[in-house]
T-cell receptor, first 113, second 113 residues
Framework: EAAVTQSPRSKVAVTGGKVTLSCHQT?????MYWYRQDTGHGLRLIHY???????EKGDIPDGYKASRPSQENFSLILELASLSQTAVYFC????????????FGEGSRLIVV | GDSVTQTKGPVTLSEGTSLTVNCSYE??????LFWYVQYPGEGPQLLFK???ANEKGSNRGFEATYDKGTTSFHLQKASVQESDSAVYYC????????????WGLGTSLVVNP
């Protein structure tokens, strides 16, 4: 009954290949987010969205695209995967209001070789 | 600009000992302060939040006081357990929407039995 689910949970990709990470939420939240987690950097915001069919750049958007086809679904796309994009990626949702809680998925571990 | 600085880990403790994870913040605004916890193999989850200065938040035996005078929000627990082993994030928020959250780098806590 997890409210934010990510797929795949783990993936090995080839340098230069295309990777799509998917996220689905059942919280009925307007806002969805993609974060990247690396040792020494904590969590960094890549893209976010507050409405279907629209996405916004976060703090580290270079090399990533995002897609929000519906309120429930939010994808992160790496068109040309690079070694530096090896990381754990987290999707989250919230109602967006200032000071409210983010609900995270379990993460997608991406290894680019 | 806005920033958060927290204890650099890892912090290693024995069961039954006390914990303090320091968190200091800088902002000219009036933030909401959060502690998130991330257990191994999971996404971060809210431990608790405090929206007002001079108030205390608590959950699962952890507590922190929003000290506007010293701009601090230190996490404390009197007696840690092995199950508390996790990464703890201090987060600054309340600036418009949640795309503007400021995350600390996280403090890894290892509790030995």
């Amino acid at each position: 009954e997890a409210a934010v689910t990510q797929s795949p949970r783990s993936k090995v990709a080839v340098t230069g290949g295309k990777v799509t990470l998917s996220c689905h939420q059942t919280n009925n939240h307007d806002y969805m987010y993609w974060y990247r987690q690396d040792t020494g950097h904590g969590l960094r915001l890549i893209h976010y969205s507050y409405v279907a069919d629209s996405t916004e750049k976060g703090d580290i958007p270079d090399g990533y695209k995002a897609s929000r086809p519906s309120q429930e679904n939010f994808s992160l796309i790496l068109e040309l995967a690079s070694l530096s994009q090896t990381a754990v990626y987290f999707c989250a949702s919230s109602d967006g209001y200032s000071g409210n809680t983010l609900y995270f998925g379990e993460g997608s571990r991406l290894i680019v070789v | 600009g806005d920033s958060v600085t927290q204890t650099k880990g890892p912090v290693t403790l024995s069961e039954g000992t006390s914990l303090t994870v320091n968190c200091s913040y800088e902002t000219k605004q009036y933030p909401t302060l959060f502690w998130y916890v991330q257990y191994p193999g999971e996404g971060p989850q809210l431990l608790f939040k405090v929206p007002k200065a001079n108030e205390k938040g608590s959950n699962r035996g952890f507590e922190a006081t929003y000290d506007k005078g010293t701009t601090s929000f230190h996490l404390q627990k009197a007696s840690v357990q092995e199950s508390d082993s996790a990464v703890y994030y201090c987060v600054l928020g309340g600036f418009g929407d949640n795309s503007k959250l400021i995350w600390g780098l996280g403090t890894s806590l290892v509790v030995n039995p």
